[in-house]
């Protein structure tokens, strides 16, 4: 005899989109002299950290309509110093993503340097940008928003 069949619960796949990895968010913004805390016009990593959370902000509003939380990073490396007058990219991509995780790799590269030596406003567009940090950063989404994306599309 068959045994009875059993309706299989809904699949996540079937009735819900997730984000999709490799999505990723770029903001260029300047580096102004308030964000300086050191001498020689040095700023701090904070501040880049600060802009790896403003893209990981956008990104949850694109995949779940809610600003999410960062809870934290992991693999945080400051390669270059960051000064005021700076251009700077920041990029975050979400590498992976859980029913209310989101994994983010995140890149700040100068694209503009300030040039104080060669004048108060003196500047140069780097002919290849410099990567000043990288970090992979979590975020989490409340679980309300994250279903109500999901099954919205």
Do not use: W
């Amino acid at each position: 005899m068959t045994p009875p069949s059993r309706t299989a619960p809904a699949s996540r796949t079937a009735t819900s989109a997730l984000p999709p990895d490799g999505l990723s968010a770029t903001l260029r913004v300047r580096i102004s002299a308030g964000d300086v805390h050191y001498g020689g016009d040095l700023v701090p990593g904070a501040r880049v950290l600060e802009l790896f959370g403003d893209v990981a902000t956008e990104l949850t509003i694109r995949t779940d309509n809610d600003e999410g939380l960062l809870t934290g990073y992991t693999d945080v490396n400051f390669t270059a110093p960051v000064h005021a007058g700076d251009f700077l990219e920041v990029t975050g991509t979400l590498q992976r993503h859980t029913r209310l995780r989101r994994t983010i790799a995140f890149e700040a590269r100068k694209v503009i340097a300030a040039r104080y030596q060669d004048g108060t406003s003196s500047a140069a567009v780097l002919s290849e940008s410099q990567v000043v940090c990288r970090a992979t950063g979590t975020s989490v989404v409340p679980m309300a928003k994250a279903q109500a994306a999901r099954h919205t599309g």
